[in-house]
């Protein structure tokens, strides 16, 4: 039997006298949001722009981020704190087109006040996240943006006028002069970005690198003895080095213990370096839990407190500078030396072993906890696609691609935040100039 017909469901915000407009941005994230700002606020009036977002709540990552503070910005930003497949001077230019003050200064400018914290990190002193995704909404209003949400977009093409034909899952096609691309990368996949603006890219003559997770929690072989120390915290300085034992990258910062493995600053920083490097297979990670010490100077450590203290367990003197648990754990469980040991009983080879154990304590990595975990995405449309001062493509006129989706990715501290704010203001400042002759700000 036929299968009955379906009636065309119409979404309920689209509205058909409006489906032809002048500028359209996909995706209203942190870069989406910005470049709307700035677009809607320099193009003349008259100028018809949209903002899609496929979700139902816009700024989930806005709301989410900072531990639902939203860490806007850092104190210094540099090109050294991003990675890809980009030049250092790329990223420099563009980050110099809107400084860490300036940002500040825009965000006074929405009524936002950001305050510094010991770690250089900047927030709202509201602390709360919700205080800067409000303030961007209010902002895209009062530029004329229209904001449509519940809008996925499936594709987007060219019609015979050279202008773009914008697919929307249950609802009218929309037409625009121009479109920036703005749909994110693939981190956090339930917000809605999923990584699909990647195939919306290629469709429109863009590649895309390998993308994986970066800024993520990494999984520990099965049965690893840390994984049995959920909660602790512990400074180290980790090295991710090569087959030759070459140190390739290191990261210093707090590293969180958990049930899978490792998070924590540290952990997060260094994982997106775990899939660089592939000449060097197989790397291996290592944690140095006494970074002001050499090998050396721990080694005569023990000598000396031995001396000094020769009834005192070992464990005694690891729980002066470890929590407990971790210290018994490390005896116990790692090396298999009885934690009430008396220093005057400890042997040269099981002292050699604690010093190694402190100085490059093996981290056997199998993984990493995937995109549903992972605060960005390594990877993306290389920036050699895109004009450095426009953030328009090379490869499709009229098109423009700013934030995530691009093959950049920041380490923690609101360097993510701050590649967003800058791209999707050059982005919505460009669009923009295309529709007048004044010269912009
Ligand atoms: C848990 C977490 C915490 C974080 N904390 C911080 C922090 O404190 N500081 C910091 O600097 N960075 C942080 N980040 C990273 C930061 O959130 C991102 O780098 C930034 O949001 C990227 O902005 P974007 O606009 O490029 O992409 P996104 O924020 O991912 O926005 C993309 C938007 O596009 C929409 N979209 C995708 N595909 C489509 C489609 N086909 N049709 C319509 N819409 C679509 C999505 O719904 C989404 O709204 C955090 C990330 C996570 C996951």
Redesign the pocket.
């Known amino acids: 039997m036929a299968p009955e017909p379906q009636p065309i469901r119409h979404h309920p915000l689209s509205n058909t006298s409006s489906d032809i407009v002048d500028i359209a941005i ?9 470049a709307a700002i700035f677009a809607g606020r320099s193009a003349p009036p008259g100028t018809k722009i949209v903002l ?4 139902k709540k ?5 709301l ?4 639902g ?6 104190d210094v930003v540099n090109s050294a704190d991003y990675f890809g497949g980009t030049s250092n001077n790329t990223v420099k230019k563009i980050l110099k087109s809107f400084s860490v003050s300036e940002t500040t200064e825009f965000f006074r400018g929405l009524d936002v006040e950001l305050k510094r914290e010991d770690t250089g ?1 900047l927030f709202p002193t509201t602390d709360s996240s919700r205080t800067v995704l409000d303030a961007l909404l209010k902002a895209i209003h009062h530029a004329g943006v229209e904001l449509r949400k519940e ?4 594709k987007v093409q060219r019609d015979e006028s050279n202008r773009f034909v914008i697919q ?2 249950h609802a009218m096609p929309l037409v625009a002069d121009r479109v920036i691309l ?4 693939k ?2 996949p339930d ?7 990647y195939n ?1 890219a290629k469709h429109l003559g863009h590649t895309v690198t390998e993308t994986w997770p970066a ?1 993520v929690p990494l999984v520990l072989q099965d049965n690893n003895w840390l994984t049995t120390l959920s909660g602790i915290t512990l400074d180290v300085e980790l090295t991710l080095s090569g087959k030759t034992g070459k140190a390739l990258y290191r990261q210093a910062g707090p590293m969180l213990l958990a049930h899978f493995g490792i998070t924590g600053p540290a952990a997060m920083d260094i994982s997106r370096h775990l899939r660089d490097y592939p000449e060097h297979a197989p790397r291996k990670l290592t944690a140095n839990l006494c970074p002001d010490m050499t090998f050396d100077e721990l080694d005569q450590t023990f000598l000396d407190l031995a001396k000094k203290h020769p009834t005192r367990s070992v464990s005694s003197m690891l729980k002066r500078r470890f929590p407990e648990r971790f210290a018994e754990a490390l005896l116990d469980r790692h090396l298999g030396i009885d934690f009430d040991l008396p220093l005057a009983h400890l042997n040269k080879e099981d002292r050699k072993a604690i010093c190694h154990a402190l100085t490059a304590l093996p981290l056997p990595v199998v993984g990493d906890r995937g995109y549903k975990f ?3 995405t390594a990877g993306g449309v290389p920036m050699t696609q895109v004009q450095t001062a426009t953030m328009a493509s090379k490869t499709c006129d009229g098109l423009y691609l ?4 691009l093959d950049v ?2 380490r ?9 704010w800058c ?2 203001r050059l982005a919505g400042l460009a669009v923009a100039s295309q529709y007048s002759t004044e010269p912009q700000q």
């Open positions: 996909i995706g209203a994230g942190a870069a989406g949001l910005m899609l977002d496929g979700a816009i700024g989930a990552k806005i989410i981020a900072g531990g503070r939203c860490n806007v910005t850092h990190k809008c996925r977009v499936l929307i899952d703005a749909t994110g990368g981190a956090l917000s809605g970005s999923d990584g699909f603006g919306l800024l992972a605060e960005v700013c934030g995530e989706i990715d920041g923690i501290g609101g360097y993510n935040f701050q590649w967003a791209t999707g």
